[in-house]
């Protein structure tokens, strides 16, 4: 498994921007499907966003246009760039990491966005 951090949440107005960091351990990170998941109070943990080993990307229709997922293998880190934030995208975000069937989760990040 790799243990996963996540950081750079936070209260940011409507339409402003924020960007979700998510640091993993071993050498192994750059094998790994890396996903954004986020889960709002009274609702179910939903996919924001996911990349292959290989770069390619996948979106929630809901951010598609607004966020943009990206990794650096040198640096074993996922970075999830939100643009537009909408007070609908509150909610804790979570990074998760998946090889071989097996998945690890970080610890979440807070996201609030409201004026």
């Known amino acids: 498994q790799v243990q996963l951090v996540e950081s750079g949440g936070g209260l940011v107005q409507p339409g402003g921007s924020l960007r979700l960091s998510c640091l993993a351990s071993?050498?192994?990170?750059?094998?790994?499907?890396m996903g954004w998941y986020r889960q709002a109070p009274g609702k179910q943990r939903e996919l924001v966003a996911n990349?292959?080993?290989?770069?390619?990307?996948n979106y929630a229709d809901s951010v598609k246009g607004r966020f943009t997922l990206s990794r650096d293998n040198a640096k074993n880190t996922v970075y999830l760039q939100m643009n537009s934030l909408k007070p609908e995208d509150t909610a804790v975000y979570y990074c998760?990491?998946?090889?071989?069937?097996?998945?690890?989760w970080g610890q979440g990040t807070q996201v609030t966005v409201s004026s």
């Open positions: 998760k990491g998946t090889r071989g069937g097996i998945n690890s």
């Open positions: 990349i292959t080993s290989g770069g390619n990307t």
């Open positions: 071993g050498s192994i990170f750059r094998f790994y499907v």
